[in-house]
């Protein structure tokens, strides 16, 4: 006993060694099937397509997303806009659609060290906010004439449903006048820790991708299309009445 005890204090350091490579091990195989079995949406890497997975995994179980039908146009371009309650609204986005979706995203978000790869991975969209913002339109509008969807925030930043003004920005009329494609209306409910990006990362939520019907670009004719979208988005409304939406 005397000799097993001295032999235990004299490895110690390599048993916790190799007790943390079979756990980082399981870890890492666990993640694998959890991801292989919840994604279905090829972005194209089988690197993305494992980060697809979790993230899917991640918003069913833990946010307990309610997975409404939530189609989007099979084929072609769409622009796909949401209100931005959190830091997990993308992830949501990603997880209640069938297809992958380019996020347009603030440059310093998408210049964040350790997440650069990410979102240039997932091509991504970096708007600069000081004044270039035409170069993401561009490129936006490249994606979109190519059939891919394009996601955005369009009140700009995190923005609770109770917070003036109600008004979304103008960058999204100008994106939809300028590509002609249809508009996928969302709305985010049900995230707890709403106005933070990261502590609704760790709070368990029961979570909805609530889908209206789609619009055309047309709808930005009327002066007051800013107003009415941005009061649907966050729940002000129940439909948008100047327009009738198309699908």
Known sequence: MSKQMDWLQTNITLIIWLLV????????????????????VDWGSCKLNFVDGLCR????????LKL?????PKSGGAILVSNHVSGVDPLLLIAA???????MIAKEEYERFG?????????????????RADIAFRQSKRALDKGEIIALFPHGKIHLDD?????????IKRLAQLTQKPIVV?????????????????????????????????????D??????GELLLGHRQELSKLAPLD
């Open 21 to 40: 490579i079979l756990a980082v091990f399981l870890l890492g195989y666990y993640l694998k099937v959890k991801a292989k079995k919840y994604n279905h």
């Open 163 to 171: 917070v003036k003004p109600y008004r979304v920005k103008a960058g």
């Open 115 to 131: 997440l650069n790869w990410l979102f240039k991975g997932a091509g991504c969209i970096p708007v600069d906010r000081t004044g």
């Open 224 to 229: 007051d299309s800013l107003q009415e979208l």
């Open 97 to 103: 659609c069938d297809r992958p979706i380019r996020f």
């Open 57 to 64: 995994a991640y918003c069913v179980k833990f946010h307990r």
């Open 68 to 72: 409404e039908k939530f189609d989007l």
């Open 186 to 222: 969302a709305r985010i409910t049900g995230v707890r820790g709403q106005g933070s990006v990261f502590k609704p990362l760790f709070m368990r939520s029961h979570t909805e991708v609530i889908r209206f019907p789609n619009i055309s670009y047309q709808y930005f004719e009327h």
